[in-house]
């Protein structure tokens, strides 16, 4: 564990550091002091998303905001056979090992996005860990791939697009990579101006990287071929810990799915409700996020 520079002027209070795991080094921002609570990003940002609620919650819990793997300042590993490494089993043992490195053997869980798709798998993996977890702005993976219609592939046409055979997305991409974030972003984003214009400067470093948007195509890749095989030889396990489930009610997931109705053979305590916002919650509706988060946990 090595401390490095980081972004105070962003996240202000917090530490950085590069935890070494066996098999990556993940990116970790610390701060506050409490009980513990995992943060994890969704793509195509970085752990830099929470940075407007991670120093509200930092008053009450240690908080512990890392890049996920392939993504931010992270390890990209390759994507080995059947893309094993981008799978969210593996993901998620990346975090946990995060945690028990930090001393931490049990803690809470935010995901947003793919963060969340981790976090759901470190919840069916690892139930011993997690005390309360809550997802951000997605229904699970299988079902939004079973679902799928013309009106889900319009609006999410990066299912379908990053999932292509190496090196066709890498490539396309690599014509004008900030112009595909910025894109991205504009379509999910309901509120303008929501991106803070240094957290988006931090986005584009990142993409700019080729070794991150190969990454981020085999996280994709794996989300459609080994995740599945996971998600159907677990199709009978619960997340056992109390769950919360917001989504953004202008946003994808809350327009086209009964979001609580996704989940309800999932887990065994389940509660939730839409937000007011488009996909990133953290970064469109900071306080109503927070005053969800705060009755929770």
Known sequence: MRQVRGHPEILPGFNWYDISLKECLIRTAIGGSG????????????????????????????????????????????????HINYSKRAMALDQIQVMKELGFDRFSVIGHDRGA?????????????????????IAPTATMYARTDMEFARRYFW???????????????????????????????????????????????????????????????????IDLVHDAADEDKRIQAPLLILW??????GALYDVLQTWDDKATDIRGHAIDCGHSPQEEAPSELLDALEAFL
């Open 35 to 82: 009980p513990p609570l995992l943060l994890l990003h969704g793509h195509p940002q970085t752990h830099l998303t929470w940075h407007r609620v991670a120093s509200v919650l930092a008053e009450n819990f240690s908080i512990i905001a890392t890049d996920l793997r392939g993504y931010g300042d992270s390890s990209k590993p390759e994507g080995g056979p059947g």
């Open 117 to 137: 798709r981790v976090a759901h798998r470190m919840a069916l993996d690892h139930p011993e860990a997690i005390d309360r977890l809550v997802l951000v702005d």
């Open 159 to 225: 299912w379908f697009f990053l999932i292509q055979p190496y090196p066709l997305p890498e490539r396309l991409i690599a014509g004008d990579p900030d112009f595909f974030l910025d894109q991205h972003i504009a379509r999910q984003i309901k509120k303008p101006g929501a991106v803070d214009p240094l957290v988006l400067r931090e986005y584009r470093r990142c993409f700019a990287d080729p070794a991150t948007r190969h990454a981020i195509c085999e996280d994709y890749r794996a989300a459609a071929s």
């Open 248 to 253: 953004g009610a202008q946003g994808t997931v």
